[in-house]
């Protein structure tokens, strides 16, 4: 559900009665920022460069004129299909979400199009015989994308409209060989539509060299998603103790979906299990589990058989959904910009939702630097019966240190299996 943030209704926008009557159906009561601005300059031919926060619709902003253009245009009767649409993205899970929109925003269309998604991480031959009579709109990631082309499963000569959605984590993640090779691929004239929470330089040179004259769109990006309905808290808590913590917080608010952020894969599982033993509805999520176990987690989840979800920043992802209560960084975000995209999973269409951080005495620097960059300052809070007794780390030297006081590489490998030990017999 989209809230009604613009005056604007959406058969303003150039969009037909089968769009309108699908986002009325799916409870959009008016168009988002981002909405106003992409859709009619999509409609029109033009590249877009567009970035906006966290949960602004810049789903819906992309699938409805591209729903639009080829309704308008009508089915091909080519066989096998010409592809129309190619989206390209960084993970499966982002991948099975846009497909989900296109078929939930295209039900009314008097031929809705056919969408294949083309993902790693799986068996290839089904999508190769997906692909088989062609596809309207091809959903995918770099490197599957490629695999099938070189496999001769699908043509993009034909491709009339590019999307790149969160091209800043197609560029973290190396894609960036794989990009400018499917752009080669590409004919000329095709339209391209490039969507992120943010923009950094390596996005931005990317966009100057692939966009022609687009219009650009900035929507509050890198702001604090919806701040108003997100409450951001920050406890300090010992390494050890966060698990009961964590446990303690979900007793105390009943909040009845949590996404819990952890670093690694191995700290997913590790505290899923914890929250298991405790006779808590949680899964863990992250890229080491097969595509069907993580499709089924995911489900459960969004249907709220699972209260607890345990995922890494990469699996998470996927995760669009409406009325999560609260956002838990267990293990803080390596960069500023991911702190955004974790909070901004809750709070979203005029739900309000809790962002919960965990902090210590060497992630209190971290957390600095992630509110300087946003210009917060949140009040640190110790919740009774978890007060911290580990002591804060000393501040590192401006300089980097004092020659010759450095430790060695071994003192701070044993001294991190110190912690871990100790932080596992603090474990409950």
Known sequence: MTSPSSSRRFQDLGLGEPLVRAT????????????????????RGEDVWASAKTGSGKTAAFVLPLLQLMDARGRSTRHPLPVHSLLLVPTRELAAQ????????????????????????????PQMLALRGGA?????????????????????????????????????LGFTAELARVMTLLPAGCQKLM?????????????????????????????????????????E?????????????????????????????????????????????????????????????????????LQILVATDLAARG?????????????????????????????????????VSFINGATAPHFGLIERRHRLSLTREIVPGFEPVEEALPPLHPHGGVKGKRKSKKDKLREAAARDSLAGKREV
């Open 98 to 125: 846009i497909a989900e929109a296109i078929a939930i925003l295209g039900v009314y269309l008097s031929s809705p199009p056919k969408t294949v998604v083309a993902v790693g991480g799986v068996s290839i031959n």
């Open 319 to 355: 995760i669009d959904i409406a009325d999560l209560a609260a956002v838990v960084n267990y293990d803080l975000p390596r960069s500023p910009a991911e702190y955004l995209h974790r909070i901004g999973r809750t709070g979203r269409a005029g739900h309000s939702g809790v962002a």
């Open 195 to 235: 969507f992120s929470a943010t923009f950094p330089p390596a996005v931005r040179a990317l966009a100057e060299e692939l966009l022609y004259e687009p219009a650009q769109i900035n929507i509050d990006a890198g702001e604090i998603p919806d701040a108003g309905a997100i409450v951001q808290r920050v406890i």
């Open 237 to 305: 808590v010992d390494t050890g103790r966060r698990t009961m913590l964590l446990r303690h917080l979900l007793k105390e608010h009943g909040w009845s979906r949590v996404l819990v952020f952890v670093a690694t894969r191995h700290s997913a599982d590790h505290v899923a299990v914890k929250l298991q033993r405790a006779g808590l509805g949680a899964a863990a999520l992250h890229g080491d589990m097969s595509q069907g176990t993580r499709t089924r987690v995911l489900t459960e989840f969004k249907e709220q058989q």
């Open 24 to 43: 009325s159906t799916q409870g959009y009561q008016a168009p988002t920022p981002v909405q106003v601005e992409t859709i009619p300059a999509v409609l």
């Open 136 to 172: 309207d709109i091809v959903v995918a990631t770099p490197g599957r994308l490629l695999d099938l082309v070189d496999h001769n499963a699908l043509s993009l000569s034909d491709v009339k409209v590019l999307v790149l959605d969160e091209a800043e984590r197609m560029l973290s």
